[in-house]
């Protein structure tokens, strides 16, 4: 079974391409200059244009440590899908356990969105192996640090919604997990090239905000990883 803690371990980028209207011509060009810049985890969100397609294209394209899989994910029914197109990891706005059941079922990693410790804990009962903090927004550094002190297990948590590279240290003090990168990443119409220069400025911040130097330790709860 795939997990996230396969990926967000210390020694790996935390960040996740989350490629919304990207096109299935030009999903394997944008994923080969993310997986360059150190990406691991990428998610077209199933509001894209044939985002099976475009799944199935990069799992196709990219190397094995690299998970693929989708995100906008309502129903449980979808997550069937995502498995059948090759898709490793469920990324969700919500927390529906129906949807969290059939996806760890199904062997994939899976990421509810949850704004608070009461959805939390819900969709950890549900089997989830990681948090999108969802939208970022709401949930500023200091909420962060104070769920990282009550949550149990140790969990990843991600922050998803307006995160900008300025915003990465803040929140890496707070004790985040990983980032989920959305239109300051990739907009569309984005050339790979644009994908490119945007992601080195991603995973430069990344780095700068990890380093030993600055004492933060990304994952060092990422939850179970099967």
């Known amino acids: 079974m795939v997990g996230a803690g396969t990926v967000l371990t210390p020694q790996a980028c935390g960040l996740i391409a989350i490629l919304r209207g990207v096109q ?4 394997v060009a944008i994923g080969h200059v993310l997986y360059d810049a150190g990406f691991r985890i990428i998610e077209v969100p199933l509001n894209s ?3 099976l397609a475009s799944i199935r294209a990069l799992r196709n394209a990219l190397p094995a440590d690299c ?3 989708a995100g906008t994910v309502l129903t449980p029914e979808a997550c069937a899908d995502v498995a059948a197109a090759g898709g490793q990891i469920i990324v969700m706005p919500h927390s529906d356990p129906a949807v969290i059941r059939t996806a760890r079922a199904a ?16 969709a950890l009962a549900a089997g989830a192996n990681m948090l999108k903090l969802f939208p970022a927004e709401a949930l500023p550094p200091h909420v962060l640090k104070a769920w990282r002190a009550v949550i149990t297990p140790p969990m990843a948590l991600v922050p998803v919604g307006g995160i900008v590279p300025e915003s990465i240290a803040t929140y890496a003090a707070a004790g985040a997990s990983g980032f989920g990168l959305g239109s300051a990443l990739y ?3 984005d050339s790979a090239g644009d994908v490119a220069a945007k992601a080195v400025a991603f995973v430069t911040a990344w780095q700068d905000a990890y380093s030993p130097a600055h004492g933060a330790h990304p994952n060092a709860a990422t939850g179970p990883a099967a």
């Open 187 to 189: 907009r569309p119409g």
């Open 107 to 122: 062997g994939m990693a899976c990421a509810p969105g949850v704004a608070t410790l009461t959805e939390a804990y819900a």
């Open 49 to 51: 244009p044939q985002p």
């Open 24 to 27: 299935p011509h030009e999903v």
């Open 67 to 69: 998970l693929v899989g």
